[in-house]
């Protein structure tokens, strides 16, 4: 059973950054592809980026390609993603999940998933 805990959410600006942490307990972390994903209010789930057990691939959704940087620390069992440019509609409760099938952009692959941490870009 893998443990994921985000932190780093908050507010910023538009146009600011943001650095979120996943940290994993409870499992070996470098055998699960890792992903983000994020759940604005009123709306459904989404897929926002997606990295390989070894750091090897990754996958980003088209709203987020060029500014979000998604990586791992396989030493520190800890996921990040470097938010960049950030704009309003990034605003959401940002999720990390772990998958131990396929790499994979759809968060029914993912086995387990953190509690989240907020995310608000301010206009």
Do not use: H
């Not at 600011?16 to 709306?43: E, H, I, V």
Request: hydrophobic share 30%; with cysteine; aromatic share 14%.
């Amino acid at each position: 059973q893998v443990q994921l805990a985000e932190s780093g959410g908050g507010l910023v600006q538009a146009g600011g950054s943001l650095r979120l942490s996943c940290a994993a307990s409870g499992g070996t972390f470098s055998s699960y592809a890792m992903g983000w994903f994020r759940q604005a209010p009123g709306k459904e789930r989404e897929f926002v980026a997606r990295i390989s057990w070894s750091g090897g691939s990754t996958y980003y959704a088209d709203s987020v390609k060029g500014r979000f940087t998604i990586s791992r620390d396989n030493a520190k069992n800890t996921v990040y993603l470097q938010m960049n440019s950030l704009k309003p509609d990034d605003t959401a409760v940002y999720y990390c999940a772990a998958a131990r099938g396929p790499l994979s952009y759809r968060g029914s692959n993912y086995d387990y998933w953190g509690q989240g941490t907020q995310v608000t870009v301010s206009s």
